[in-house]
């Protein structure tokens, strides 16, 4: 993805996903995610987690994420790197 991706940022929720494993809510759109290589998305204790290529836990279904990334041309959230688990920025 190069410097366009670094650039640029996504995230949101993160939710369940048919298509990704988990997705993004942003406003109350839902989109799915396509993590960096090697990243995972798997159900663990009811929820689902995303693991790093280590196996090393990063998030959880229902945390807000944010990364350096852009959407592609279907829609879904590609993060590219510098992932992070931001407090919720609920009401």
């Known amino acids: 993805m190069g410097s366009i991706c670094e650039a640029a940022g996504i995230g949101g929720i993160l939710v369940p996903d048919a298509d990704y494993g988990l997705g993004f809510q942003r406003l109350g759109y839902d989109y799915g995610a396509i993590w960096p290589s090697g990243y995972t998305a798997q159900r663990v204790g009811g929820k689902i987690v995303l693991l ?19 959407t592609d041309s279907n829609g879904a959230g590609r993060a590219c790197a510098q992932i992070h688990v931001l407090p919720s920025p609920g009401p």
């Open 52 to 70: 790093d290529p280590s196996g090393h836990f990063v998030a959880r279904e229902g945390d807000y994420v944010v990364a350096a990334g852009t």
